[in-house]
């Protein structure tokens, strides 16, 4: 009972970084108030000139949403309707759902239990005639193991979408995610490693003509106002969101470094709880999620449990994307990894500035809740 009376713990706090940078964040938003201009412009293409250096890509091309960035990428590469696109059956629902709503038909590939990302060994036996490209996701902030993805597709002459929504700033064999295959799709929701103050997303490549697309299909279609060519979409990123993207991206490296520190001191505090499957340190991983497994206990008890304490945690993702309603009409995808995983992981509370304290008492918690259940 007396944990209920200590202070409560969320799963995220970005409050310690607004803090930090609150000067720097009110004179973006104070210098575009004055500015007039709140739809792309200026800031908008300083921000992509500055995203684009730091990925060491060709082009970033601002957009809306991470959904957005997707669906938009899925277009600018070709895909569409009779296609096929294998994926994650892992993931939040938006990376399904892009496809989907391109018209293509998502095909789930099992995933990696170590890793929670797709298991490269079993793309090759899912293309078909159809199959147009794959949509690895790099979950929770750790890399996918894109060298065997990019020469599964090199094969066969599939494009490749990286899904960067939780891996701002990760690194594969020292390369950004995002960079490898041919195009990457990022989302600045708030939570993200690095997060607006809003929704916002963003589209790298280093392809001319995928570039050229995704800018006219952000604008209605059209390269010249007036001048539809193409169905496109309204998604282009608030010039405030930019403005205050920009004074956050200098940071990200610095807040991602805290994040793996985080991380690390969960590794060891969980050293001596076999029970408790940790997600381990990986080169490259930015831990937008800290996620145990825990697959010899009742998981949604034990979160229970922990929300009485005062602890946030999340469930990510408690269903398998194949598994949704959605898409009841499509054959049963074979994914046992996936469907055991959704019934054992736990996000923990994860954040730069996050106190040594706060993770201690998180993991004693857990560490209790376990013994219990």
């Known amino acids: 009972m007396s944990g209920t009376l200590e202070k409560k713990i969320p799963v995220l706090d970005l409050s310690p970084e607004i803090d930090e940078l609150w000067d720097e964040l009110n004179a973006a938003f104070q210098r575009v108030m004055k500015s007039g201009q709140f739809i792309m412009g200026p800031e908008v293409i300083a921000f992509e000139n500055e995203v684009a250096d730091y990925l060491g890509t060709k082009h970033a091309i601002g957009v809306n949403s991470g959904t957005d960035a997707l669906v938009i990428s899925l277009r600018a590469l070709g895909i569409g309707p009779g296609d096929e696109v294998i994926t994650t059956p892992f993931s ?211 979160q229970r449990r922990l929300e009485e304490q005062g602890i946030g945690t999340m469930i990510y993702y408690p269903v398998s994307q194949n598994r949704l309603p959605v898409y009841d009409h499509q054959p049963a995808a074979i994914t046992p990894v996936s469907d055991t995983l959704a019934n054992q992981v736990l996000s923990l509370p994860i954040w730069a500035a996050q106190a040594v304290s706060d993770r201690e008492r998180v993991a004693s918690s857990l560490v209790e809740a376990v013994s219990h259940y």
């Open 92 to 302: 939040f629902f938006a990376t399904a759902e892009s496809i989907s709503n391109v018209g293509a038909k998502p095909v789930f590939v099992d995933i990696e239990e170590a890793s929670f990302n797709i298991d490269p060994t079993l793309i090759e036996a899912a293309i078909t005639e159809r199959t147009k490209a794959i949509l690895p996701v790099h979950l929770y902030g750790r890399p996918a193991e894109m060298d065997a993805i990019m020469a599964v597709a090199n094969e066969h002459g599939l494009k490749v979408l990286e899904d960067c929504a939780q891996s701002f700033g990760a690194r594969y064999h020292g390369q950004q995610t995002g960079t490898i295959g041919h195009a990457g799709a990022y989302s600045f929701f708030p939570s993200k490693n690095l997060g607006a103050f809003g929704d916002g997303g963003l589209i790298a490549t280093d392809d001319d003509e995928v570039a050229d697309m995704a800018r006219m299909l952000r604008a209605h279609g059209s390269k010249k106002k007036y001048h539809n060519e193409v169905l496109g979409y309204n998604s282009r990123l608030d010039s405030l969101q930019a403005a205050l993207l920009r004074v956050k991206l200098p940071h990200v490296d610095i807040r991602n470094r805290g994040r793996i520190v985080a991380a690390q001191h969960y590794e060891t505090l969980f050293a001596r709880t076999p029970s408790i499957v940790r997600p381990g340190a990986t080169a490259g991983h930015v831990y937008h999620q800290y996620t145990v497994r825990l697959p010899d206990s009742d998981r949604n008890a034990i």
